[in-house]
């Protein structure tokens, strides 16, 4: 049996971009192709092989330590961000807002999809799930910009639809209408008391 089962889920890839220079905003700027290669998406700030440790692994790591970067791309689900834009008061939520760097259309459940699952494309090009990107701060001065006074509810409306963050596995194309399959690991959920 392999490590890895192919689902019958499948999406689309409806919105791609990439966060030029994080120092500077968060937003993110739409592209309708990019490569992604073992640093991550071409141009993204957030790319590289290996990051500076954050917040999120500071019981792991003393803040500013070297490791692996398994935080390369933001993956959100377009369903996910409507919800999240009707609880914010906003018409639609765009996804520049929250550095999103690959939107999807059609996967139910996204953000919870299990860490080390796989999307991979029609070009072969594979995003490793590292695991569900919980929501903070920073989208809220981006969304403040464009529809002032809808900010500052993001971090509670995207509470468990803030979706992933994943590194690339195998390099290769990713474009606007791509179709995805999901990947998910073949085990069990883990069960320390039983």
Known sequence: MPALIKTEFSGKIVWLGRVPD???ALRSQPMEVTQATFAGLDGED???LTRASCSRVVTQYPKGTEIRNTRQICIVSAEEMAEVA????????????????VVIEGIPDFTHIPPSSRLQSESGATLTVDMENLPCHLPAPVIDTDAPGHGKGFKAAAKDKRG????????????????VTLHVPAQRGWQPNG
Do not use: M
Request: proline fraction near 3%; aromatic fraction near 8%.
């Open 22 to 24: 994080r120092e500077a």
């Open 46 to 48: 957030h790319g590289g």
């Open 86 to 101: 009707a609880a914010i008061g906003v018409e639609a939520f765009n996804p520049e807002w929250c550095g999103a760097g």
């Open 164 to 179: 992933v963050t994943a590194w690339v596995e195998r390099e290769g194309v990713l474009k606007l209408g791509d179709t």
